[in-house]
């Protein structure tokens, strides 16, 4: 693809991930993104053809962008505690905007995906222990981490920043909350400073 069509699929997935945060995955429609995008339908359509094909490479490109960002920095020999720290950090304030969530439109996207033999979020929750589980056994290797099931620390960071990302599009939630789930993590993964 040449580069203004690379820069006009970025603009789609860009303007798309607005709407889907807002609206949900079950609610945006390509003409919602024609008019967010200010694209004909052909010009739409010669780039995608369904919003679920959007939704799922912007899904695909946000787990890519993680998993590179850990790699990166762990090839780097950036400590873990570090890479914990920042992405700890990021999760905090996402777990705070129920605006930019896209946790809804990702339920909403994967349950209507019925079909047991392809089953995209389980391959996704995949792939995201196993990047974790690299950051993680890094970290504890190093003793800047300490030894823990890793297996069990993983569950607690994703269904706990997916579950208050999710409650947060459909409730308030006290602002204290991602705080508190952050500290609970520091204190079960960080050995203590003497």
Known sequence: MSKKG???KQHIKEQAIKLFARRGFKDVTMKDICEATNL???GLYLHYGSTRQIFSEIVD????AQSDEFSEKIGQGISAKEILLQVLERYKREMTDAQGSLSVAIYEFFSADTSK????????YQKSHSMWKRLLEYGIGRKELNAVDVDAVFDLIV???QGVRMYGTL???DERT???IISLIKTI???KEI
């Not at 490109?61 to 890519?64: E, G, K, R, W």
């Not at 033999?117 to 996704?124: F, M, P, S």
């Open 117 to 124: 033999q392809d089953n995209a979020l389980l391959r996704q």
């Open 6 to 8: 690379d820069l006009t």
């Open 189 to 191: 993964l960080l050995p």
């Open 178 to 180: 991602p705080e508190h």
């Open 61 to 64: 490109d946000l787990m890519n």
């Open 159 to 161: 269904f706990s920043y």
């Open 171 to 173: 409730m308030p939630i």
């Open 40 to 42: 004909s339908r052909g």
